[in-house]
């Protein structure tokens, strides 16, 4: 089992920037792909992006695609989220997540994942 803790959050400025960091703990990291997710008030919680083990795989919903960008360090133990062009629809609770099983393959769907973070709040102002 993996332990998350997502960091980076805060209160920015619609077309800011963030940059959102997961630090994992307690398994082995570099074994399972890991994917974003968020959740806006009053909403289902929905996939943003997802990563395989070695980086090159990336995989995201299509309304962040050439806006964010998924990241991983296996050396840190860390995957990072950079957001850029925010929107104020972007406003979210955002967490990461380990998946479920061994692998490189991603996944959009929150049953494929085991492992969450406790969420970082993200909050974009227009």
């Known amino acids: 089992q993996v332990q998350l803790v997502e960091s980076g959050g805060g209160l920015v400025q619609a077309g800011g920037s963030l940059r959102l960091s997961c630090a994992a703990s307690?398994?082995?990291?570099?074994?399972?792909?890991m994917g974003w997710f968020r959740q806006a008030p009053g909403k289902e919680r929905e996939f943003v992006a997802a990563?395989?083990?070695?980086?090159?795989?990336?995989y995201y919903t299509d309304s962040v695609k050439g806006r964010f960008t998924i990241s991983r360090d296996n050396a840190k133990n860390t995957v990072y989220l950079q957001m850029n062009s925010l929107k104020p629809e972007e406003t979210a609770v955002y967490y990461c997540?380990?998946?479920?099983?061994?692998?490189?393959?991603?996944?959009?769907?929150?049953?494929?994942?085991?492992?969450w973070g406790q969420g970082t709040q993200v909050t974009v102002s227009s």
């Open positions: 997540a380990a998946a479920a099983v061994r692998g490189s393959i991603v996944y959009s769907r929150l049953s494929a994942y085991r492992d």
């Open positions: 307690g398994g082995t990291f570099s074994s399972y792909s």
């Open positions: 990563i395989g083990l070695s980086g090159i795989n990336t």
